[in-house]
Nanobody, 126 residues
Framework: QVQLVESGGGLVQAGASLRLSCATT??????????MGWFRQAPGKEREFVAA????????LYADSVKGRFTISRVNTKNTLFLQMNSLKPEDTAVYYC?????????????????WGQGTQVTVSS
């Protein structure tokens, strides 16, 4: 079982930065054996992939819309996942979710992730 709790969301102006965190608690399976991802969902839209990282952090994937602006990282000794978001745009406004999958390899579709957090709201004003 894996429990995920996101934090760090908020209301910012366009061009600002935010850093999201996802604190993870696991029972039975080490955090360092789970690939992790960030997804987001805006009102009236489907949940979409943002970024993912392999279990030990060597491999990352990004959506084209955030490439060069967002950075995913993890600190396995602290069971924590991060998403550094720079140069934020109004279209980045959404609820951001972290997710864990029972594989060491990152993936880009929500169906490939087993565990989900409750989400944190990010609002970017123009």
């Amino acid at each position: 079982q894996v429990q995920l709790v996101e934090s760090g969301g908020g209301l910012v102006q366009a061009g600002a930065s935010l850093r999201l965190s996802c604190a993870t608690t696991t029972s039975g399976r080490s955090f360092s054996r789970n690939a992790m991802g960030w997804f987001r969902q805006a009102p009236g839209k489907e949940r979409e992939f943002v970024a993912a990282v392999s279990a030990i952090g060597l491999s990352t994937l990004y959506a084209d819309s955030v490439k060069g602006r967002f950075t995913i990282s993890r600190v396995n000794t602290k069971n924590t996942l991060f998403l550094q978001m720079n140069s934020l745009k109004p279209e980045d406004t959404a609820v951001y979710y972290c997710a864990a999958r029972t594989s060491v390899n990152p993936a880009i579709t929500p169906e490939e992730y087993t565990y989900w957090g409750q989400g944190t709201q990010v609002t970017v004003s123009s």
